[in-house]
């Protein structure tokens, strides 16, 4: 395999056409009895074969929806909702499908599908690999033009904290409250290529990553670019990889609504010459462990000045300045819909859903919620 050099990658963004949003979602397959993880998602994608929105993943017990480029929001949502009941039909008399960051109660360890690409993960990784029963929300937006979209790449990482917090939906692992907000990026740092990405100063520099992974055989794929955004080689899009998979396609979209504005506004900046320099990443890992561990109800640090403030105030400030762009975009109804994710922050709701019913009362009301 060549890795891609920087002309190769240019000419992936190097395309005119309007910031269309994709989402995929990965999602849970359950028992339909006890609620636990169920590794038969392969017998479900088995019914869907050939339809390209359903996709396989490592754990067995995982399945992918990637509903296809919308050219907005609500559009993505109509998408995301059909690609969730054709699912979910084809998931009965096997199991049930749930959407979380992690599964409540689960044995951390699980079982891993069959094929050349996971079996090399999991002889690399050994136990590492069987942890990451973890199921993220990844959202795409197209930007025209390569500088514009490495840009607003490096430029969003000092967000991608805020985002975290607000998708954070996931406190409970292997049964116990790990007094996380969202327990899903610590398993994901037991590999590496995991959270803040760095700052790419130029495409010759992001092809030289992608050779030395090659030639020191430390990855091969550009799809092994685990970080919690990526500028996408293949489909041309600057994707956010940080939130936890949510319940509902409301909390999905609303998600998607904060990221395409933002994507969008990034890249408009560059244009005007507003945007500051790459923010350090260790500053942004510190806004990330914030995230992590309190989500909304944590604090943000200013990744220049060190000042301080609720996450929740800097949240509604940031859906209010991204207002204009969403209505340009045709999704402030769904950003608006984040400020229901900030005032009731979803892994409290999780919280209070166990302390009433148990982790498993917890697993079936989050099966009750995929298609309400």
Not at 279 to 292: D, F, L, M, T
């Amino acid at each position: 395999m060549l890795p891609p050099n920087a002309e190769t990658l240019r000419a992936a963004f190097e395309v005119e056409r309007p910031p269309t949003v994709g989402i995929e979602e990965e999602l849970m397959l359950l028992d339909p009895e006890t609620h636990d993880l169920l590794p038969r998602g392969t017998e479900v994608l088995d019914r869907v074969a050939g339809d390209p929105r359903f996709k396989q993943e490592m754990p067995a017990a995982q399945v992918e929806i990637a509903a296809p480029p919308a050219a907005s929001v609500p559009e993505a949502a109509a998408l995301l909702r059909a690609a969730r009941r054709e699912l979910a039909a084809a998931a009965e008399g096997i199991g049930v499908l749930a959407g979380a960051g992690v599964h409540p109660f689960a044995h951390g360890d699980g079982a891993l599908n069959a094929g050349a690409r996971y079996e090399a993960i999991a002889e690399e990784f050994g136990a590492v690999a069987r942890r990451q029963l973890v199921f993220g929300l990844h959202v795409h937006v197209a930007i025209a033009g390569a500088d514009r979209a490495l840009a607003a790449y490096n430029a969003l990482r000092e967000h991608l904290p805020a985002l975290a917090a607000l998708g954070a939906a996931s406190p409970f692992y292997e049964g116990a409250d790990m007094g996380l907000a969202s327990v899903r990026p610590k398993i994901c740092d037991l590999l590496p290529r995991q959270g803040v990405p760095p700052a790419i100063g130029s495409w010759e520099e992001h092809a030289d990553a992608f050779g030395w992974g090659l030639a020191s055989g430390r990855f091969a794929d550009p799809a092994q670019w685990w970080f919690e955004a990526r500028l996408h080689p293949l489909h041309g899009t600057v994707e956010v990889r940080v939130p936890d998979a949510q319940s509902t396609v409301e909390d999905t979209v609303a998600i998607a609504a904060v990221v395409h504005a933002l994507v969008v506004s990034l890249a408009e900046r560059h244009d005007a010459g507003e945007l500051p320099p790459p923010a350090p990443g260790w500053r942004i890992g510190e806004n990330r462990w914030s995230a992590c561990r309190h989500g909304v109800e944590g604090t943000w640090c200013d990744v220049r000045t060190g000042a301080t403030r609720p996450m929740r105030e800097h949240l509604e400030a940031w859906v209010d300045e991204l207002q204009p762009v969403a209505r340009r975009l045709g999704c402030a109804a769904e950003l608006a819909h984040a400020r229901d994710l900030i005032a009731r922050p979803r892994a409290r709701m999780a919280r209070e859903v166990a302390g009433e019913a148990g982790v498993e009362g917890l697993a079936r009301w989050l099966a009750a919620r995929f298609l309400g």
